[in-house]
Every structure is written in C-alpha cells, then in structure tokens.
C-alpha cells in the first residue's frame, strides 16, 4: 500500500522553528517531485515547496522564502521541511505530496498524505 506519512507538526511561538518529516511506503521517491501544500482554514491551498528527488533542485513560495528548507534522504525515503522564522501566517495543515516526474502542481500529485498541524502563536 503506498502511503506518506506526515510528521512534525506541533504548537510553535512566532519566532521559532519545525521540522516536518514526510516518510514514503509502498514505493521508492526515485525520479519522484516530492511537494508540500499547506491550506489554512478558509483558505485555498497553497503550494509551499517541491524538490526533485534525483536533482535535489527545489523551489518555493515567495511567502516561504529564506526561512523553509526542504531537503531529501534518498536513503530513508524521507523528505524534510525545515520552517524557520514562523509567523502566524505559517498556521495550516501541511500535506506531504508526491508525483512521478517534474515538477509539483496541486492538480498533478499522484500521492497524498493525511497532513499534520502546524500553528504559530503570536
């Protein structure tokens, strides 16, 4: 069964740091776009970073930019996303993401993990 399972999330003060995990079973991210998305309530979904598992190039949101880092273990089969500087703008339900190919879009994503919390206080 493939999953991708999503952890990390948490209660964070404005200011501090996450490290998101996003663990894959089931299949291998080789030649895989591994994304995150974030939605927050009564918003639309947002894409917030992508990385080629065979290039390891990546790219962000501008609203992310500077402060999220995504990196992969090709090894572990894990993908990190490690949030810096958080703002309560940074409240959402992070999802793990995945798809054969390049790049990330939110239509194009052949997996989907179940998500984990993520909320800033200010």
């Known amino acids: 069964e493939v999953q991708l399972q999503a952890s990390g999330g948490g209660l964070v003060q404005a200011g501090g740091s996450l490290r998101l995990s996003c663990a894959a079973s089931?299949?291998?991210?080789?030649?895989?776009?591994v994304g995150w998305f974030r939605q927050a309530p009564g918003k639309e979904r947002e894409g917030v970073s992508c990385?080629?598992?065979?290039?390891?190039?990546?790219y962000y949101a501008d609203s992310v930019k500077g402060r999220f880092t995504t990196s992969i273990d090709n090894a572990k089969n894990t993908v990190f996303l490690q949030m810096n500087s958080l703002e309560p703008a940074d409240t959402a339900v992070y999802y793990c993401?995945?798809?054969?190919?390049?790049?990330?879009?939110?239509?194009?994503?052949?997996?989907w993990g179940k998500g984990t919390l993520v909320t800033v206080s200010s």
């Open positions: 990385i080629s598992s065979s290039s390891g190039s990546a």
């Open positions: 089931g299949f291998t991210f080789d030649d895989y776009a």
């Open positions: 993401t995945a798809r054969f190919g390049w790049p990330c879009g939110s239509y194009d994503m052949d997996y």
